[in-house]
Nanobody, 121 residues
Framework: VQLQASGGGLVQPGGSLRLSCAVS????????MGWYRQVPGNRRELVAA???????NYAEFVDGRFTISRDNPRNKVYLKMESLQPADTAVYYC????????????????WGQGTQVTVSS
């Protein structure tokens, strides 16, 4: 199973970015999907998550600025980020809990390679 993230880059404060992540490989089903971020020297922290039914969970610091969504038939997850601030600068990682076989009922966690988001004027 591979996760390919894209969409990071340099943006000015107040700007927007849309991150995308595609899950491919030996997939029976994809359960939870989401995004974490990490700043050097800090632990990785949850940004947003979405389950297979579309129920979402956001970190408190998101404060209504980000929207997570998913495309189940294409096994993709998106993160639309608006009103970005310098504090949002980090490497953003997508993750997915994937069932690779029907009897792998709990699924296994897989991570993308990370995409850099830099918010700076």
């Amino acid at each position: 199973v591979q996760l390919q993230a894209s969409g990071g880059g340099l943006v000015q404060p107040g700007g927007s970015l849309r991150l995308s992540c595609a899950v491919s490989g030996s997939i029976f089903s994809v359960n939870d999907m989401g995004w974490y971020r990490q700043v050097p020297g800090n632990r990785r922290e949850l940004v947003a998550a979405i389950n297979s039914d579309g129920r979402v969970n956001y970190a408190e610091f998101v404060d209504g600025r980000f929207t997570i969504s998913r495309d189940n038939p294409r096994n993709k997850v998106y993160l639309k980020m608006e009103s970005l601030q310098p504090a949002d600068t980090a490497v953003y990682y997508c993750y997915a809990k994937v069932r690779t076989t029907p009897w792998n009922t709990r699924g296994s966690d897989f991570w993308g390679q990370g995409t850099q988001v830099t918010v700076s004027s």
